[in-house]
């Protein structure tokens, strides 16, 4: 692998926070970003135990070269707890998963993990605007898109989740801050709708049980999902057998690394 060209005291530094660390793509995704960019930046994995959190960012606001830091599994909801500000999308989510460093030491948290999702779709040339859209999840990565959503102007949302009352939280809160959307927590039969989304855990690992009731996926229905590995989940692969278009994990991550390497003021 080529060394990167060159770190000096003029580079922006930037940090990703996780616990484990070693499975993380931001890095490789993001140090790639810059470099295309001929940006003199960089981001580095930094293993943090949620014990050690606070002190962590405590440490880091200090830091006066540090640009930004960017937040994944197991500290997007605590760390929200220990910014200065947060942005509209991350008060909505109630979690952060990227903060930009200001000038003056204070700490701003962002979340664009829905934006991320969204732009993806984009660019694959769907929309969900003025659409039906039922996603199967209400963890942290569901929350995000389930508010941009309805914030792209989503018509219908439906929230399926093994834990019911996440699913209908979830959809209070949405309905409360986008009342044009009509969301629901609902059943796992995605009939009626025109993009169905997995945005659980489930197709990660072998032997996983589906997430939603594939036997009533048909065209045109497009099928998306937020897991990144195995590229073609088990819900792509009943989706695709019955002739509905797909859209797989990667754009989500592609696109968001250019909002998280922007919003923090790397590039
Ligand atoms: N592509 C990207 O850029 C990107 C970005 C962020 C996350 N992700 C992916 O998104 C997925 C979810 O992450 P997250 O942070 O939202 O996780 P999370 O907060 O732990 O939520 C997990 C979700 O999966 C459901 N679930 C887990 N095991 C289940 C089972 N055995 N049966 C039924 N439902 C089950 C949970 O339901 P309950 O509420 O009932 O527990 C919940 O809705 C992960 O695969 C992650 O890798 C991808």
């Known amino acids: 692998m080529q ?13 990703i926070l996780a616990h484990p660390v070693a499975h993380v793509r931001t890095p490789q995704a993001m140090n790639a970003h810059f470099d295309s960019l001929g940006a003199d930046a960089v981001l580095v994995p930094l293993h943090v135990l949620p014990e050690d959190l606070a002190s962590v960012v405590e440490g880091l606001r200090r830091m006066r070269n ?3 830091i960017v937040v994944t599994v197991p500290h997007k909801e605590a760390i929200a707890r220990l910014c200065d500000d947060l942005t509209e999308e991350a008060r909505q989510v109630g979690a952060v998963n990227v903060i930009r460093h200001e000038t003056d030491g204070r700490l701003t948290g962002g979340q664009f993990d829905g934006e991320g999702f969204v732009a993806g779709l984009r660019g694959a040339g769907h929309d969900v605007a ?17 508010f941009a959503f309805a914030r792209h102007g989503a018509a219908r949302l439906t929230i399926h989740n093994r834990t019911a009352s996440k699913a209908e939280d979830l959809a209070a809160r949405v309905r409360a801050a986008y009342p044009g959307c009509e969301t629901r927590a609902g059943g796992a039969d995605p009939a009626g709708h025109d993009v169905v989304v997995n945005a659980t855990s489930l197709g990660m690992h072998a032997g996983d049980a589906l997430p939603l009731d594939v036997a009533r996926l048909a065209p045109p229905m497009l099928a998306a999902e937020v897991i990144m590995a195995p590229e073609v989940t088990p819900f792509l692969a009943e989706a695709a057998r019955r002739g509905c278009a797909t859209h797989g994990g990667k754009p989500m991550l592609a696109a968001q690394i250019a909002l998280l390497a922007r919003f923090m003021g790397a590039v």
């Not at 003025?130 to 898109?145: E, K, N, S």
């Open 3 to 15: 060394p990167r060209a060159s770190i000096s005291g003029h580079t922006a530094i930037t940090v």
């Open 66 to 68: 540090l640009r930004g």
């Open 130 to 146: 003025g659409r039906a859209v039922f996603m199967a999840g209400a963890g942290g990565a569901a929350a995000g898109l389930a």
